[in-house]
């Protein structure tokens, strides 16, 4: 089983950059599509960016798209999103998630991690 720890989050301005990272242990990390979530006050969670095993194949949001990348280091365990042009409404808790096989999901994830805050000021 694997788990999963993010990090990354903070207060920045609005047109600012973060990079968030996932570390993961327990488990052989390249068996593993991963993802990006995020869930803002009140709302649901959605997806936000996903990434097969090997890195090949990704899938953004719209609201994510152009302005987020989604990578892995298999070698290093590490799941990351990069962020630019962050704009208020990115504010929310980012979670990285990992479900068992090569291919990406954009729901259907068996592994979580606690969530890391990113916060947009205007």
């Known amino acids: 089983q694997v788990q999963l720890v993010e990090s990354g989050g903070g207060l920045v301005q609005a047109g600012g950059s973060l990079r968030l990272s996932c570390a993961a242990s327990g488990g052989t990390f390249s068996r593993y599509a991963m993802g990006w979530f995020r869930q803002a006050p009140g709302k649901e969670r959605e997806i936000v960016a996903a990434i097969n095993w090997s890195g090949g194949s990704t899938y953004y949001a719209d609201a994510a798209k152009g302005r987020f990348t989604i990578s892995r280091a298999n070698a290093r365990n590490t799941l990351y999103l990069q962020m630019n042009s962050l704009k208020p409404e990115d504010t929310a808790v980012y979670y990285c998630?990992?479900?068992?096989?090569?291919?990406?999901?954009?729901?259907?994830?068996?592994?979580w991690g606690q969530g890391t805050q990113v916060t947009v000021s205007s």
């Open positions: 998630a990992a479900r068992d096989g090569i291919r990406y999901s954009t729901s259907d994830y068996d592994y």
